[in-house]
C-alpha cells in the first residue's frame, strides 16, 4: 500500500517570504500523480497543485510550484512572496494511476499525507 | 466550485442513533467519495461509488454503510453512531480536466457523536 508522509507538523513563514512544504510517498508504482490541497480555515479542501509522475518537468501554479524528485519519491511544494490568505493545513495526496478507465474506480482513490499547518506572519 | 453541497453541515447527535449524510452533486461525474478527517491522520476514505448501485469499500468502512441510487446522490449511514465516529466528514467527487481524473471536494459536515 502506498503511504505518504509529511514531515513538517507546522511551519511558519514572514509574509512576501518564500517556504517549502516537503512531502515523500513510498510506492512501488511507476506511473501515479501527486497533488497538493490547501485548507484554510473554512475547511474547504481546495486544488493547489498536481503532477504527473511521467512528466519531468515540475508543475507550477502562480505563485506555487512543486519540486518532483521521482527517483527520491519527493514531492516539495514551494510557496513565493507569502500571502497571508496562504495561511492553512497543506495535505500532499497520492494516486496511481494503474488500470486507468477500469470501471471499478479504486485506482481513483487518494492517499493523503497528515498535513502541514503553515502560519504566514505579517 | 464543483457544485458539490453536503447536509447537514453540523449535527450532533448521541451514541447508538442512526446518522445519514448526504451528497450531492450537480455535475452528472460518475464517481464520488466520502472521506473523515480527523486529526493527525489527514484525510481516509470510507467508501466511494463509480456508478448507480456501484459502491466499493474504502481503508476505514467498519460501521459505514452508502447508498447511490442516482446520479447525482450519495449517501454515507452510520447505522449506529459511537464516540470514535465523530470527525469531519468530505464528500468528493472525480472530474476530468487536462487530461487526467482530480478529486474536487465539498464543504464537508461536521459530526459530533455524545
Aim: glycine share 8%; proline share 3%.
Amino acid at each position: 500500500a502506498q503511504t505518504v508522509t509529511q514531515s513538517q507538523p507546522e511551519m511558519s513563514v514572514q509574509e512576501a517570504e518564500t517556504v517549502t512544504l516537503s512531502c515523500t510517498y513510498d510506492t512501488s508504482e511507476s506511473d501515479y500523480y501527486l497533488f497538493w490541497y490547501k485548507q484554510p480555515p473554512s475547511r474547504q479542501m481546495i486544488l493547489v497543485i498536481r503532477q504527473e509522475a511521467y512528466k519531468q518537468q515540475n508543475a507550477t501554479e502562480n505563485r506555487f510550484s512543486v519540486n518532483f524528485q521521482k527517483a527520491a519519491k519527493s514531492f516539495s511544494l514551494k510557496i513565493s512572496d507569502s500571502q497571508l490568505g496562504d495561511a492553512a493545513m497543506y495535505f500532499c495526496a497520492y494516486r496511481s494511476a494503474a488500470g486507468q478507465g477500469y470501471s471499478g474506480g479504486s485506482n481513483y482513490k487518494l492517499t493523503f499525507g497528515k498535513g502541514t499547518l503553515l502560519t504566514v506572519n505579517p | 466550485d464543483a457544485g458539490i453541497t453536503q447536509s447537514p453541515r453540523h449535527k450532533v447527535t448521541e451514541t447508538g442513533t442512526p446518522v445519514t449524510l448526504r451528497c450531492h452533486q450537480t455535475e452528472n461525474h460518475r464517481y464520488m467519495y466520502w472521506y473523515r478527517q480527523d486529526p493527525g491522520h489527514g484525510l481516509r476514505l470510507i467508501h466511494y461509488s463509480y456508478g448507480v448501485k456501484d459502491t466499493d469499500k474504502g481503508e476505514v468502512s467498519d460501521g459505514y454503510s452508502v447508498s447511490r441510487s442516482k446520479t447525482e446522490d450519495f449517501l454515507l449511514t452510520l447505522e449506529s453512531a459511537t464516540s470514535s465516529q465523530t470527525s469531519v466528514y468530505f464528500c468528493a467527487i472525480s472530474r476530468t480536466s487536462g487530461g487526467y481524473e482530480t478529486q474536487y471536494f465539498g464543504p464537508g459536515t461536521r459530526l459530533l457523536v455524545l
